[in-house]
Nanobody, 124 residues
């Protein structure tokens, strides 16, 4: 069973930066895709970024491309999301998640199998 715990959320002004972390533990074998999704009140959950851990291929939703960077510290089993030039519309609860492969849809939240409990990001 995979356990995911997000951290690093907080409140920042527009234009600011923030780094989110996701600690991964448990059996990770057969889970080669890791991603970040977010959900704002009254809106659908949106896939933000994903990485295939075996080859490093990454995907980003259009609204964050060029501002957000997803990465993984393999030695520490930690997934990161570096966010810059933050905008009010980035305000949401951010979740990390894992699934077997990314090719089936890296930015489709419903396709992921394991989820953390989320960390709040507020830009105002």
């Amino acid at each position: 069973q995979v356990q995911l715990v997000e951290s690093g959320g907080g409140s920042v002004q527009p234009g600011g930066s923030l780094r989110l972390s996701c600690a991964v533990s448990g059996t990770i074998a057969r889970h080669f895709c890791m991603g970040w999704s977010r959900q704002a009140p009254g809106k659908e959950r949106e896939g933000v970024a994903a990485v295939t851990i075996r080859n490093g291929d990454v995907d980003y939703t259009d609204s964050v491309r060029g501002r957000f960077t997803i990465s993984q510290d393999n030695a520490e089993n930690t997934l990161f999301l570096d966010m810059s030039v933050l905008k009010p519309e980035d305000t949401a609860l951010y979740y990390c998640a894992v699934k077997l492969y990314c090719y089936s849809g890296p930015l489709i939240p419903a396709s992921y199998n394991y989820w953390g409990q989320g960390t709040q990001v507020t830009v105002s």
